[in-house]
């Protein structure tokens, strides 16, 4: 039987819908979600200072990644609207995402940290390649590699869905399976 919010729940929810934050937040860590890594490569911040590094690499652990069409060959990966990866791919069309196995979960808690240390110390004992269109790191390793170019940016509440055109794509000889994010944790099949 479906049951109708009374007013007194609407309002104590904070949501017209009657559903609260956790109750949602609980309702959807029972859905596994595969986990990958979001990467790019941001502008120089002074390209007339010689010195500055001419880009710096930019990461994101995310879960919210899907596939959308097969013709044309479309992704979708959901950003917290206002984050610094949803603030670069404003402004960079190119970049790249990295489909991690279960041994990367460091990479996957790396990536996730809140008040981490800059990308560049996050980078630098990951053994990667760049994506030959994006120039973004591509994880040794990954179950796939992906390059795109934003297509659309939809905000939806929250968040900013980015839609991108598939570039390229690569099944390296990647060993174990999916990294999976179920019930706030990471986890692996079997």
């Given at each position: 039987?479906?049951?109708?919010?009374?007013p007194?729940?609407?309002a104590?929810?904070?949501?017209a819908e009657?559903v609260?934050?956790?109750?949602?937040?609980?309702?959807m860590?029972?859905?596994?979600?595969?986990?990958?890594?979001?990467?790019?490569q941001?502008?120089?911040?002074d390209?007339?200072?010689?010195g500055?590094?001419?880009?710096e690499?930019?990461?994101?652990?995310?879960?919210a990644?899907v596939?959308v069409s097969?013709?044309?060959?479309?992704?979708?990966v959901?950003?917290?609207?206002?984050?610094r990866?949803?603030?670069?791919?404003a402004?960079?069309?190119?970049?790249?995402?990295?489909?991690?196995?279960e041994s990367?979960?460091?990479?996957a808690?790396?990536?996730?940290?809140?008040?981490?240390v800059s990308d560049?110390?996050?980078f630098?004992d990951?053994p990667?390649?760049?994506g030959?269109?994006s120039g973004?790191?591509l994880?040794d390793?990954?179950?796939?590699?992906?390059?795109?170019?934003?297509?659309?940016?939809?905000?939806?509440?929250d968040?900013?869905l980015?839609?991108?055109?598939?570039l390229?794509a690569?099944v390296?000889?990647?060993d174990?399976?999916?990294l999976?994010?179920?019930?706030?944790?990471?986890r692996q099949?079997?």
């Open positions: 039987m479906l049951k109708t919010p009374s007194t729940a609407t104590a929810s904070g949501h009657g609260s934050n956790d109750e949602f937040r609980a309702a860590s029972r859905l596994a979600d595969g986990v990958v890594l979001v990467t790019a941001e502008p120089p911040l390209p007339d200072d010689p500055a590094p001419a880009t690499d930019v990461g994101m652990t995310a879960t990644f596939s097969l013709d044309p060959p479309l992704v979708l959901s950003l917290r609207e206002g984050s990866m949803d603030d670069l791919l402004e960079q069309p190119l970049w790249a995402v990295s489909v991690l196995t990367q979960r460091h990479i808690g790396r990536f996730a940290m809140k008040g981490r560049r110390l996050l630098a990951i990667y390649a760049r030959e269109v973004a790191p994880v390793g990954a179950l796939a590699t992906l390059e795109c170019r934003t297509e659309q940016r939809v905000t939806a509440g968040h900013t980015v839609i991108g055109r598939v390229t690569h390296p000889n990647a174990g399976g999916p999976l994010y179920f019930r706030g944790r990471y099949l079997g």
